[in-house]
């Protein structure tokens, strides 16, 4: 199968950067959540030990609230806060019982966001949860799977005839037109207080992680849309006074706006017209402004892969060596894994695992970030059909 692999190390990388960044309010947000638990953090052992590493850990976040990705972590908190302010409530303490007290008075809220799905499904449960509406806009291509997924949350949904970034402009359009509020999960210049929460929100993917996790990893691998799960993560495995890991962000080859936007060497971020990857939830042609001043500031390697090596991610996941858990992650969540795989094991590209400094004293962590979030898919690169 051919695999088309490229990594560059970071020239704008700061030792210095500093952030002002407190994760302690969305966790305890998150906590008063109906049905919150921590995430399984999973070791791969054999898996690790087939490709000459130590460790290989995974947050599998197929299981985070019945809703198969990450997503409703900034989804709810930057909700959460916009009610907040709505109602003028305490902003440093806040639950979701304090906001059902005053669903009466937020009912006619109305959120609006573009996704490509698992944004949207989550802002949609989010709103269904405290009482409001939403409106939910999805970019061409957007299978008809993630569309019900978000209708069965009670949000009214539609599909455009545009691409993921045009449909963003059209959501801020209609939030403009309507008195709606914009939850989107990125930003440029005068939006950027809401993805900032979003952002924050992630955070609880960090704070369960070092409930979990006594070591720490020395390779941490984040996948970017628009970036802003990656700035969070890596903002918040920065800001621990543990060694630094090296960060990595990985991009499909297809949707490579950090990558290209880092080769550019101008130092800011740029646009992507054409979009050409399967992973759906990575398919972003315009990093987000926040996201991109994090992620510029504090990789340390851009990279990038093709489709076919988050398939075989995917297969990796789904098909485990015996003795390690099977985990079920969709394109987007699985291609940490297939990218990991490749550069340990595919001699076209030891270059890349020996800049990276992947050996067996390494501890490797990945997020996947969903599940079967498109079953059909799912199941014709499993050969499941």
Known sequence: MNYQIDCISNPFKDHNFNLDWSSESAFHFH?????????PLLQLKNFSKSIGIN??????ESYRLNLNAFKVLGASYAMAMEIAKYLKLDLNNLT???IKKHSDQIKNLTFTT??????????????????????????????????DAVLENNALAEITDFNYDE???????????????LLQDSSWKGYEEVPQNIMVGYSTM?????????????????????????AAILINMF????????????????????????????GNPHLIEELNTIMAGLSCGMPSLLAWNIIKELSDYFAICNDNVAFKGMKICAQPIEGDQKIVSGESGAVPIGFLHTVCSNSDYGHIKKDLGLNESSNVLFFSTEGNTDPDLYRRVLNLE
Not at 55 to 60: A, E, G, H, M, T
Not at 207 to 229: K, R
Not at 240 to 264: D, R, V
Request: glycine share 8%; charged share 20%; with cysteine.
């Open 31 to 39: 906590q008063s959540l109906p049905g919150y638990k921590p995430t």
């Open 55 to 60: 460790q290989c850990l995974v947050k599998d």
């Open 96 to 98: 979701y019982e304090i």
């Open 114 to 147: 573009a996704t490509d799905g698992n944004h949207g499904r989550a802002v949609a449960w989010s709103a269904k949860q405290f009482g409001c509406k939403a409106m939910i806009y999805m970019p061409k291509g957007t299978s008809k799977i993630r569309l």
């Open 167 to 181: 449909t963003v402009t059209l959501s801020e359009n209609k939030a403009l037109e309507n008195s709606w509020i």
């Open 206 to 230: 960090v704070t369960e992680l070092m409930n979990q996790y006594s070591d720490w990893p020395t390779h941490v691998i984040v996948q970017a849309g628009v970036g802003s799960f990656a």
């Open 239 to 266: 800001n621990q006074s543990k060694p630094k890991p090296k960060l990595i962000i990985l991009e499909p080859k297809g949707a490579a706006c950090f990558y290209n936007s880092i080769k550019i060497g101008d």
